[in-house]
Structure formats: C-alpha cells, structure tokens
C-alpha cells in the first residue's frame, strides 16, 4: 500500500480525442493515497473516457497518465495488479453467475482464497449463484463492486458505482468506501449522485465538455459557495441598501420587514451589519454540492 | 504472458462455448453419420452417376473414384461443408471471445485484472482451437457410429485423416478474425469481414482447379493446401504450414488489438 499522501494518480494533459469535438483535453490532476477523489460532471462530459483512459483501455492522443508511478501505458499490467475497477456498465455476458466472474478474476489474480468476496457478498445481499442476465441491474452492478473490491486493492476506481443501487445498498457502499480510505486505499470515483460525493469525497474535480475545469475540496467548494441568507429585521428599508453595497452580496430583496440576499465568499461582513441593526430572525441556507456544481457550470459555460 | 492466466482465460472461454461444441457437432455428425450410412444402398447409382460427371467438376469437388464410403464421404462433406462450416464457426468462436466480449462488457472486467491483451488474444485461439478439435472429434465419433450401424465400413483412420486435416485450415480463420478484431470490435464486422474472406478463398481455389489456365489464382487461397486427406493422408508440410500459418496471423492479430482502443 502506498503511503498515505503519496501520489497514486498523476496525469499531465491527458488527452484523448475520438474527432475533434469528442472526447477528454488537457485533464491534469493528483490524487493521493487515502484519498477519495470525486469526479463530476454529467453524462458525456468525459469521466469514462478519462478512466479507460488510465486504465489503458483508451490510449491517449496526448499528455501522459502515471499510476503509483507508473506509466499507464507501458506499465499497464503491473497498475492493474493493484487496481481494483468497477466499469461505468458492469456485465460479463448472461450466461456467466457472480461466482464464476469472481473465480475467474481470484485466479488471474492470483488470489488464493474467496473469503473476502464471500463477505461482501453477504454485506451486500449479492446472489453470486445465478446467472447475470437474470439478474436486474442493481443485483449486477452489486457483484461488479465485489469483483473491484474483494482483493483490497490499492486504487479503486468505480465509475457511477451506485447506478441502480437501492438507498440501503448505497448506504452500506458509502460505509465500504469510508473503510477503504481508511486502509490507505485511494478511491477514484466517477458519479452525478451529488449527494453521495458530498458525503463521501475529500476533493472533486469537475469535469465539462472533455476539460476539468476545477479541483477542489469538497469541504472549500461548499464554504466558498454562495449562500442564501433571509433576515426578518425591525426596520429593513434602510439596511437593504447597505447590504446590496457590500462585497460579494448579490440579489437583495425586501418583502415585508424579510430581506433577502446571496452572499458568495465570507459572510463576516455581512453579519457586522446586521448587528448594528435590530434582527427579529435569520435563515442562513448552506448550498448542496448540487447547487455548487449547478453555479459552476453555469458560470464556466 | 503468464501461462497460468491464459489457461484460466481459455477454460473460461471454453465453458462459455460450451453448447456451441454439441450446437456444432451435432448436426455435422448427423449429417456425416447419414451419408455414411445410406452409402450401401446408393453406392451403384452413384458410381454411375459420378462416372458421368466431367473431369473438370470431379477434379473442382475432390471427386475421384466413388467406390469406398470414405470416397463418398469426402465429397460430401469434407470438400465443402466441413470445411466451411468449421470455417465459420472459427470466426465465431473467436469473435465471441474478442469483439463479443467488448461488447457484452466482459472484456472490459477481464481487462480490469493484470492480463495483457496478447494473453487475452493467446487464450482466445487456443480455445478456438480446442473447440474446433473436439466438434471434429464428435463429428467423426456419430460419423463412425452412423457406419456401424448402417454396416457401411468406415475406416476409422482415414477419416480420422480427413476430419483433421480441417483444423489447420479452420485455425486460418480464427487467426483472420484476430486480424479483423485489431481494426474493429463490432462482431458484425468480424464475423462479416472474415466469413467474406472464407467464401472468397473456397471460390478462388474452385477456379483455380476448373480452369487450369488460372491454377495460379490457388495460391491466394489456403484451401490450396487442404488437400484430400482421407484418401491421401495428411500431408505434414501442409498441416503443419497451415497451422504456422494461422499462428502468424493469430500473433499479427495480437499486435494489431494492443494498439487498439477497447471500444465496439
């Protein structure tokens, strides 16, 4: 296992275009060893292609991708050995079971024993002895976590590892996934649920149109963000406009003795105010992650 | 590329496979048992008919004397469809394991593990191979069934002979469509691209053998080097050149699919 803080991932411009328009540019990130990292964005903004893409499934047009070091092309079956990766749309025909999926990868690992697989099996109610195609896609995409997960490895990456989960399931994979950090093991998680990152990610980085076009951490995305604030003041006339000529302060409304405002970066300023003034009520409302996300979009696009 | 995880691969490609041996096999073997079987009783109006057949048309099918079953039973089986049906179901069975398992997502798991793609690609042929080999095998057991029940004589070796000689030739096949699989992964393309190049090198050569003015056009086929073996024997420069042959293209393939992205 690689030392907590150690580098696991490293690309440098990763590129890789299908034609002009298509594809991931210039993605340059770090991702360190017990560290969830997120990454955001929506359906066709590039995270599966950025993760064939380190996993040498996709070779890049330009830039390089090393993993615990290595390249992730001339070196892709050493990284392998210590990945464990649950694809974007998890499948291994209809007619194979779980077991036989597990077995199949225990022996090109090189792991002796199933005992591990066997656990999570039990901890996500995941039937191994029927065939994949009769099962639905939450009962599948169930085996691929155990199929990521059941040799400890150092990387996981899972892209959109919930999809079809039931809200227990997602529960109990947010608690595997806090436990895997807790081993050491870096996890690269690709998802639009907003809300599971919120929970479970150390960093984001979001992605649009083939670019990342931030990192951040999750917890200075959110206190970065913009947060409504209402505030039901004796005499608000007076105090509205003042607050409208701070910094950061947008969208001031007055309705009744109620004002309400958009305050972005710190709010000390605002709080000042308001203290010389006689506040009958205040409603501060912290932004999700989906929110955050929402405004970033909005303002990159 | 580790011993150890193309064996694994191959086996679970195998079981994958598994109906398509009993799929195969069956109704070749009944087929062939039926030819072999019914031959006492046609072999009279047979031999006359073939004796007025022309030169050139028993000489294009492999039709030389029709006098033993084993005679009978290489022209109607294993001058055209054996060969071919083995032909085909080598571009299937290697299909399944490259371009079918990028689209099923199986590729995508496996290639989540340490394997190399030239394992993958190894494993693959070496299934494919195994498979045609026993769907011969099985073909040949209802074939010599069919002749013990029907009394028609089979020798055993010589069909043994002929049967084998197929596998090299099919083995070609399975290496074209490695081939194929390193400029696409859609298994329509495969199996289209190859199975056109199957038909296309049985036409070739059945030119080449009814016009003796284009004998040349043979060499572009590989059916040029299938001969006659139950009758002639195996030739082991051809066998043995066939299969070098197939490998050549196998491990082509191979090189072609690691520069490839994983994409139908």
Not at chain 1, 54 to 74: E, K, N, V, Y
Not at chain 2, 172 to 200: E, I, N, P, Y
Request: aromatic share 6%.
């Amino acid at each position: 296992m690689a030392a907590r803080g150690a580098a696991v991932i490293e690309t440098e411009g990763l590129t890789k275009l299908f034609d002009e328009v298509h594809g991931i540019a210039d993605v340059t990130m770090r991702v360190e060893a017990g560290e969830v990292f997120g990454f955001l964005g929506p359906n066709g903004a590039g995270k599966t292609t950025t993760i064939r893409t380190l996993l040498d499934q996709l070779h890049p047009t330009a830039g390089s991708a090393r993993i615990f070091g290595l390249d992730s092309r001339r070196d892709s079956v050493a990284i392998r050995a210590r990945v464990g990766n649950l694809p974007g749309d998890f499948g291994f025909g209809p007619a194979a079971t779980g077991r036989e999926v597990v077995e199949l990868l225990a022996r090109l690992r090189g792991v002796g024993g199933l005992g591990r697989a066997e656990l999570l099996a039990e901890r996500f109610r995941a039937d191994l002895d029927r065939p994949l195609g009769q099962l639905s896609r939450g009962n599948r995409q169930k085996v691929g976590l155990i199929t990521a997960t059941f040799h400890e490895p150092e990387l996981l990456i899972l892209d959109e590892p919930t999809s079809g989960l039931d809200p227990l399931m997602q529960e109990e994979f947010l608690d595997l996934v806090e436990e895997e950090r807790q081993r050491g093991c870096a996890v690269f998680v690709s998802s639009h649920e907003l809300d599971e990152v919120e929970r479970v990610c150390d960093r984001v980085g979001i992605v649009r149109d083939g670019r990342l076009i931030a990192i951040e951490r999750v917890a200075d995305l959110l206190s970065r963000a913009r947060r409504r604030i209402e505030v039901e003041l004796a005499d608000p006339t007076a105090l509205a406009a003042a607050l409208a000529e701070l910094p950061g302060v947008s969208d001031v409304s007055v309705a009744g003795q109620r004002v309400s405002l958009t305050v972005g970066g710190e709010v000390a300023p605002v709080l000042k105010l308001l203290a010389s003034h006689r506040v009958l009520d205040i409603e501060a409302t912290h932004p999700s992650l989906e929110q955050v996300f929402l405004t970033y979009y909005r303002e990159q696009g | 590329m580790k011993r150890s995880q193309i064996a694994a691969l191959a086996v679970a490609h195998l079981s994958d496979r598994r109906r398509s041996v009993l799929a195969w096999g069956l109704p070749l073997g009944l087929m062939s048992a039926f030819i072999v079987a019914i031959f006492p009783s046609v072999q009279g109006p047979i031999e006359k008919a073939v004796n007025d057949y022309p030169e050139g048309l028993k000489e294009a099918f492999g039709i030389g004397r029709l006098t033993d079953v084993e005679q009978y039973l290489n022209a109607e089986m294993l001058s055209l469809i054996v060969p071919l049906a083995l032909g085909y179901l080598a571009v299937r069975a290697i299909a399944s394991g490259l371009s079918g398992a990028a689209e099923s997502g199986r590729l995508d798991v496996l290639l989540s593990a340490p394997v190399s793609r030239r394992a993958l690609v190894a494993a693959g042929f070496l299934a494919t191979a195994v498979e045609l080999a026993a769907v011969l095998l099985l073909t040949l057991a209802l074939t010599a069934l069919g002749s013990v029940l029907a009394g028609a004589g089979l020798a055993i070796s010589p069909a043994l002979a002929g049967f084998a000689n197929v596998w090299p030739l099919a083995l070609v096949f399975a290496g074209l469509g490695v081939v194929v699989c390193g400029f696409s992964l859609r298994t329509t393309v495969v199996t289209g691209a190859t199975a056109g190049v199957l038909v296309s090198m049985y036409v070739v050569d059945l030119i080449g053998r009814l016009d003796s003015g284009l004998s040349e056009v043979r060499y572009l086929s590989v059916f040029r080097y299938y001969g006659n073996a139950i009758e002639d024997g195996i030739e082991p420069l051809a066998f043995c050149g066939v299969v070098l042959f197939a490998v050549a293209l196998t491990a082509l393939g191979a090189w072609l699919f690691e520069r490839r992205d994983i994409s139908a």
